[in-house]
């Protein structure tokens, strides 16, 4: 395999390293084949998968969980796991190595004017993190996999220019709040001060796409980067991505599964199942007029923003109320004024039985908090809350755990409620066993819970890591309702989901509401999946609920100007 590097030094290309073709691609990747470890459940993670990407255009890669997607962008990279391999096939990667400026703008990788074509498969760890940054610039799903939380922001940058540039310091600073500018962060010298946990994030998806396209790299590799962000920051991220990437001539390879996000920013589309190309050619080809049936199935998946018809109103009892609940944090400082912030003011619900209600909004819009408050996980400055009619307000850790049984939550993320050294089996019944129910009853319901996930029984003795994404998800949905509540609280539980998975998780929710009776509250910013999903939608912004009402009648008819601006941004709506 090939892929182009930076580090052999300034005077002359290494053995490995030809000149590059006039006209060439910046990526050429053919027939590439990686093995998986053997006992797996088939033999390639990726299997004779072939494209070119050029200079400032974007191939986005999309499939499903388990198709190869994350394994041919870490390829790339040389950030293989140990136990996978490439067995044939190439990918080359075209670098150009331009000495810096006299005047030191932009930062510049050391060397001379070099075209170089580096083969990956023979490059050394060494060389891949000379390449890392100077040669390919890489953006995570989950940005804090690539921030230290220790360090300052500035101070991460900084790495980036010394590794790789000449610049004096303050040529650096220059460009770093330059940077920060163009990837359009309000206070960039305040940015720099702060370190990650203190930005939202978006704030922090953007600082990490400003480190990667900080020294024009070839190619950008973005991983899912806007999954697990609101709309309008979504939107805004994209047009980032494509503007920064066209306007430096960055070859850019976008992973994700979201299909209004290919129809923003792709130029071609590669489609992966199970590791093989089902179909590779341009957007408007694959997303009108797709060849593979496998295409079709993914396109079909797709929720649409039109609501479906309206359900009969819930009319059973009210299962989770509060009326003028507030959060305020107060943030203390040391020789200075404390600060307030106020990130929930006059928040008001009444959640009946059978009914589904969703709360939409962006980042900091307030709408987790809302959650954490309901379910007592935090506990709200102002305001009331009940549990089927008992006010739990200000009740004590002690009678909280006796209650819990009314009211549990589904996290974004499987792995905040699953135990790693835990089987599944342990990790279902824990909460069951922990509110005295007898532990043969406990393993029963968790037998009961696998069927109605569809997961096999036999699979209760297995553990997380041997699951999927969206198989954790459904554990995660079984432990939840192993205590019989009578309400479930989803906080983003399909947003990381590839579409074929989230349409299943969604069927399966609705599904088990019907079957349960159960009350459920939907944390989303996928507009999308609250059409689809939500009889009633309340939408946030600054920590008050600025509009609300029947999802057809919010959806079709958005009286408020925030509602608006949120559904224009949802990718793919034209």
């Known amino acids: 395999m090939t892929v182009g590097g930076a580090g052999s030094g300034p005077d002359a290309a290494s053995p490995r390293q030809a000149a590059r073709a006039p006209g060439a691609p910046v990526l050429s990747v053919r027939d590439l084949t990686i093995a998986l470890p053997a006992g797996a459940d088939r033999p390639h993670a990726v299997e004779r998968v072939s494209f070119d990407i050029a200079a400032g255009e974007t191939v986005c890669v999309v499939g499903e969980s388990g198709s190869g997607k994350s394994v041919l962008a870490y390829s790339l990279i040389g950030l293989l796991p140990k136990d996978l391999r490439v067995t044939s096939g190439a990918a080359r990667l075209a670098v150009r190595r331009p000495e810096p400026s006299p005047a030191g703008g932009l930062a510049q990788p050391r060397g001379r004017d070099l075209d170089l074509d580096l083969d990956l498969a023979t490059l050394s760890q060494r060389e891949f993190r000379t390449l890392r940054g100077s040669g390919i610039g890489f953006v995570f799903q989950e940005p804090m996999t690539a921030l230290n939380p220790v360090m300052r922001v500035g101070d991460q940058i900084e790495e980036l220019l010394r590794a790789h540039t000449r610049l004096s310091a303050p040529a650096r600073r220059a460009r770093m709040l330059e940077m920060l500018a163009r990837v359009r962060l309000p206070d960039p010298p305040a940015m720099l001060a702060r370190h990650p946990h203190r930005l939202s994030g978006g704030q922090r998806q953007r600082i990490v796409i400003a480190m990667a396209l900080l020294l024009r790299p070839a190619l950008l590799i973005a991983d899912e980067p806007t999954t697990a962000l609101d709309v309008t920051t979504q939107a805004e991220i994209l047009s980032l991505v494509r503007e920064l990437a066209r306007g430096q001539g960055t070859a850019t390879l976008f992973i994700t599964h979201d299909m209004g996000v290919v129809s923003e920013i792709a130029d071609r589309v590669l489609v992966l199942n199970q590791g093989v190309q089902e179909e590779y050619g341009a957007r408007d080809q694959v997303l009108r007029s797709p060849r593979a049936d496998y295409t079709r199935m993914l396109l079909a998946a797709v929720p649409s923003l039109a609501p479906p018809a309206p359900r009969a109103a819930a009319a059973g009892p009210v299962r989770l109320e509060a009326g003028g609940l507030g959060m305020r944090y107060i943030e203390r400082r040391w020789l200075r004024a404390a600060k307030q912030t106020l990130a929930l003011h006059d928040f008001a619900l009444a959640l009946r039985e059978g009914e589904t209600v969703g709360i939409v909004g962006e980042s900091g819009s307030g709408k987790t908090t809302a959650a954490r408050c309901l379910i007592r996980l935090l506990e709200p400055t102002a305001g009331a809350i009940a549990w089927d009619g008992a006010d739990v307000t200000h009740a004590s850790r002690a009678r909280l755990r ?20 835990w089987t599944a089996g342990r990790s279902i019944v824990e909460g069951a066993l922990n509110l005295g129910v007898p532990r043969d009853e406990a393993w029963s319901r968790a037998r009961e819970l696998m069927r109605r ?14 699951f999927s994404g969206g198989q954790r998800q459904r554990l995660a949905i079984a432990r939840a309702l192993a205590v019989r509540p009578r309400v479930l609280v989803a906080d983003e539980a399909v947003s990381a989901l590839d579409v074929s998975v989230q349409a299943q998780i969604l069927a399966l929710l609705r599904e088990l509401q019907e079957e349960l009776k159960l009350a459920l509250l939907f944390i989303t910013h996928d507009l999308r999946v609250a059409a689809q999903l939500c009889d009633r939608v309340m939408v946030m912004q600054a920590g008050q609920v600025v509009e609300e009402g029947p999802t057809a009648q919010v959806f079709g008819s958005p009286r ?10 949802a990718p793919g709506r034209g």
């Open 402 to 421: 006796r209650a819990r049984d009314a009211v549990q939550i589904v996290f974004q993320d499987p792995n905040r409620s699953l135990n790693p050294r």
């Open 560 to 569: 408020h100007a925030y509602t608006q601006a949120l559904l224009a941004a």
């Open 453 to 466: 996930v569809r997961l096999p029984e036999a699979s209760l003795a297995r553990y997380p890591h041997q």
